[in-house]
């Protein structure tokens, strides 16, 4: 029994890989660049990626479960729809699958709407699989860290509806625990939808204010209007990515991430431990 995973050199699939490993399971990761897989011995490491058909076929052969990351890229649905195909054309229906919180409402931001197609698709053509819809990852603040401590302001605009931010410790631990869970199975299990979230849920003038107690010194939110933030992430990634982080900004804006009632509660009780706080994080990256 071998467990793939997908985009296993990111800031999900590391802790991934790591937490299967501990569970002893047989684990083989597809990869573009072999030389940054810097894991276990016991892990399979095929070169590769999700466009490469080659590739895909000799990755899923003789594999029972898959966990399937698919990066915000321009062809990310095409990826998505190769990937499961593939897994179906090699008998795999046991499916761990990384989708977005509220991918069914946000439907304007493209990466919300690929993942809810693929969701759908999951659906659709009977695979057995986990849906884990992860709010924004904590681990994204090292791209505004600098702006932080050098420059006092938090720019990330995310409004004071509160966004559940969550750790992709947090996102990781229950990545594996489904996949165990299904790859031990008997037979096939029913689809399941798990909304990962953070412990608080906070405000951009909340975050702010963590930032002004870690480092001791004032931090000012810089508001809600994600024109500044589109700019400046324009000049780190391609215009169309940073206007659908801006798409995105604003949906955090509008509506929040907010938990359901028992959101995190049912996420405790699957990781059995307490979740990894946003202060905890920032006390880290300011170190």
């Known amino acids: 029994m071998t467990i793939l995973v997908t985009a296993a050199t990111g800031r999900v699939g590391r802790h991934l890989v790591r937490e299967l490993v501990e569970r002893g399971a047989k684990v083989r990761v597809l990869t573009r660049d072999p030389a940054k897989a810097d894991f276990d011995d016991s892990v399979e490491v095929v070169k590769g990626d999700l466009l490469d058909i080659d590739a895909l076929r000799a990755a899923f052969s003789g594999v029972t479960s898959f966990f399937l990351l698919n990066a915000v890229t321009g062809d990310e ?37 690929v993942k809810y197609g693929a969701e759908r698709m999951l659906e659709t053509m009977g695979f057995g699989a986990t849906i884990l819809r992860p709010t924004y990852f904590i681990d994204n603040e090292v791209m505004v860290r600098d702006v932080i401590l050098q420059h006092g302001v938090y720019p990330m605009p995310i409004g004071s509806k509160g966004v559940a931010m969550v750790d992709t410790r947090d996102i990781a631990g229950a990545a594996a625990i489904e996949l165990m869970r299904r790859e031990e199975a008997p037979g096939p299990l029913p689809m399941k939808t798990i ?44 215009k169309w990515t940073a206007y659908e982080m801006r798409l995105m900004a604003e949906r955090y804006v509008s509506d929040g991430m907010i938990p359901d009632e028992g959101d995190r509660e049912r996420l405790v009780a699957l990781l059995g431990r307490p979740l990894h706080s946003y202060r905890d994080a920032a006390a880290a990256l300011a170190a």
């Open 195 to 238: 909304n990962l979230v953070g412990p608080d849920t906070l405000t951009g003038a909340d975050v702010a204010q963590i930032w002004t107690d870690v480092l001791g010194r004032p931090v000012v939110y810089g508001g809600d209007d994600p024109s500044g933030f589109e700019a400046n992430m324009a000049t780190i990634m391609p």
């Open 77 to 113: 649905f095409t990826q998505a729809i190769i990937a499961l195909n593939i897994a179906r054309e090699a008998g795999i229906d046991r499916v761990v699958y990384l989708s977005v919180f509220d991918a069914d409402r946000a439907v304007n931001v493209p990466h919300f709407a």
